[in-house]
């Protein structure tokens, strides 16, 4: 489909679907835009259109030109992978581009096992780079991130949806062209020096072959170019895709995807490729096969075009509750993918949580592999927001020994478990605060609030799932975030906070990294057995074990978020004698905390059975601390 350069090179096939149209024809600056005998396309009996045109290269720009019962004018190739900057969106043209030209350095990558992932999602336009009050940050900006991200320990990144959008500043939910990426995020050439550089030194490190200016200048090449430095440096690449629904300006954009065909406007399902239900925008007709094939297609275009490892799936759950088609299509999708490419990690956004959606086809389930959870965040949050009323307050911790493992579903990695995202803490009335601001509403960077940030934080690393920080969670950031730039004062993420080593911020990124680094390192964090032995919401005190299923390699953790210490408190221990103390977030606060209470380094479970445990020992608690005890380091 789209637009294809023949392996030759001597031209380039054109393929559309326009089953309403009357005719359809090819138009380019390689025959002066000209609708004639020679640019027209011939049509099969299923409204496939298709065409050779001879002697066109990449770079050369085309639409199509549709005549409809409706009306005629020019549309975008639904499956074009580069757009014009001029003209502008929304009447760019498409860029025909050579899908072999990019010569990735990435061979011998290979993406993480599932259980190992840490995500980490960001917003590439306000994520880094310089200006950012002004100028919209680019793909080639996040390459300066990317040993901040390895050192950070995550292991694979997830950009909100990067397909080009039909709004000029977006948070990438309105996409109207899926096939091309977005168009403020690419490089102008004539601005490239710097960041040809920073992309050859990137290569240079890990002894790869230097790409040369007329290579990254190519707009898609540039997005290409970071998932392929991404992978070089032990990052996987997660898109964030929407296939719900589309942009709503679309529909009042003579040239989009809207009322392809050009069909009379006016009856249900005469858009073509929507329906007329709306979910922030047009909801995709499911129940045509060419439409589900578009979208599948596209998934598919950016496994083997992009080398990407795998999908975040926006709001599946409309995708089913809008059509008796839908779990099909997800189970097709999903099928698909797993085809293309059997190490990618498909992540499902399914409201409300539903433990079928992460089962196999064959098991009647969608075939993600995971969905997002809200169960461990939302009991995280209550349970900090309740720990903000004082010492006497109540706070339930049951909710969060109930949410550890994900309830009812087939395995813990199935779950991805968060406390923040994009759209938990987007500057909106109705959405939340961010953790140090819940944690201390009148003073984000107190005690409390750091405190309690590391326990919400520690919780979510230590629980088995799947867990995902949101830019700036890993260093205390109190802001919500924002798209708009009328709002990038109080928005965009404090860099110079950590840069100009502010002690909080700075602290709270050496605690993240190394409870990352601890669980990457102890096997039985990343193990799927959970024994949740301690829950005292009196004391505000819950301790679990976790273990790898068959090998042991046992792990305690413990977390308070009681104001005060606890000396000689008794837990039950799984095994007897020395338990290494491997971690210990009191020794974060202040870096290092030279008052932090803790255990010496061991304990040892010489005591009699407790909580349902062959042994116990005596612990020291910090106030609003996170302890992890293991056999040995790792």
């Not at 490190?205 to 990254?216: G, T, V």
């Not at 709306?278 to 083997?304: T, Y």
């Not at 830019?471 to 109190?478: A, I, P, R, T, V």
């Not at 009328?486 to 502010?502: M, P």
């Amino acid at each position: 489909m789209g637009a294809n350069l023949t392996i030759q090179g001597d031209g380039a096939t054109f393929r559309v679907w326009a089953p309403g149209a009357k005719a359809v024809f090819i138009c380019g600056d390689f025959n002066m835009w000209a609708q004639n005998d020679a640019s027209r396309l011939v049509a099969d009996v299923r409204g496939y259109w298709a065409g050779f045109v001879q002697g066109i290269k990449a770079g050369d720009p085309y639409k199509f030109y549709i005549v409809g019962n409706g009306s005629s004018g020019y549309k975008r190739d639904p499956y074009a992978r580069d757009l014009s900057i001029s003209p502008p969106y929304p009447n760019s043209n498409c860029a025909l581009r050579d899908a072999r030209a990019y010569v990735w350095h990435d061979g011998g990558w290979r993406a993480p096992d599932l259980s190992d992932l840490v995500i980490y999602q960001f917003h590439v336009g306000t994520y880094f780079g310089p200006n950012r009050e002004t100028r919209v940050a680019k793909f080639l900006d996040v390459l300066d991130r990317i040993d901040y991200l390895a050192a950070l320990g995550v292991n694979a990144i997830e950009p909100l949806p990067v397909a080009e959008y039909s709004s000029p500043r977006s948070l990438g939910y309105d996409g109207s062209d899926l096939y091309s990426p977005e168009m403020e995020y690419y490089v102008d050439p004539a601005d490239l020096d710097a960041y040809l550089a920073k992309v050859n030194s990137l290569l240079a490190r890990k002894q790869q072959a230097p790409m040369n200016k007329d290579q990254l200048a190519v707009p898609c090449h540039q997005l290409k170019a970071l998932i392929d430095i991404c992978h070089l440096f032990g990052l996987a690449v997660i898109f964030d895709v929407v296939y719900n629904h589309a942009g709503s300006s679309i529909e009042g954009q003579d040239e989009s995807l809207f009322f392809f065909d050009r069909e009379v406007p006016g009856n249900k399902n005469d858009s073509l490729y929507f329906t007329d239900q709306d979910n922030a925008g047009p909801i995709f007709a499911f129940w045509r096969q060419e439409v589900r094939q578009f979208l599948i297609d596209n998934a598919l275009f950016f496994v083997r075009e992009y080398h990407v490892d795998g999908f975040r799936y926006d709001y599946a759950s409309v995708i089913v509750s809008s059509s008796g088609s839908g779990w099909g299509f997800c189970q097709n999708l999903t099928d698909s993918v797993r085809s293309a490419n059997n190490r990618g990690f498909q992540v499902a956004e399914y409201w409300p949580v539903d433990a079928y959606v992460p089962r196999d086809h064959g098991q009647g389930g969608a075939g993600f592999d995971a969905t997002w959870h809200d169960g461990l965040r939302e009991s995280i949050r209550n349970a900090i927001g309740q720990a903000t009323g004082g010492r006497d307050a109540q706070v339930n911790l049951d909710a969060i020994a109930s949410n550890l493992y994900p309830p009812g579903y087939p395995a813990w990695w199935k779950a991805v478990a968060y406390i923040e995202s994009h759209d938990e803490v987007y500057d909106q009335p109705d959405r939340h605060p961010r953790i140090p601001t819940l944690a201390d509403p009148s003073n984000h960077w107190s005690w409390y609030a750091r405190s309690r940030s590391r326990v919400g934080l520690g919780l979510v690393l230590t629980a088995p799932s799947i867990p995902m920080l949101f830019m700036g969670q890993e260093f205390l950031e109190d802001k919500r975030w924002s798209d708009n730039p009328e709002y990038f004062k109080d928005t965009l993420i404090y860099w110079d906070g950590v840069e100009s080593g502010q002690k909080p911020m700075v602290d709270f990124l050496r605690f993240t990294q190394e409870l990352i680094a601890l669980r990457r390192r102890l096997s039985g964090l990343r193990g799927g057995g959970l024994n949740v032995f301690h829950v005292h919401n009196g004391n505000r005190v819950l301790a679990f074990q976790r273990w790898v299923d068959g090998l042991g390699r046992d792990v305690v953790v413990v977390a308070s978020l009681n104001e005060s210490t606890f000396y000689g408190y008794q837990l039950g221990y799984p095994d007897g004698g020395r338990w290494l103390e491997v971690f210990n977030s009191d020794i974060y606060d202040n870096w290092f905390n030279p008052i932090a209470a803790g255990n010496g380094g061991a304990v040892y479970a010489d005591g009699p059975p407790l909580h349902g445990l062959p042994n116990s020992a005596e612990v020291v608690i910090p106030a609003n601390g996170l302890l992890v005890f293991a056999r040995d380091n790792g």
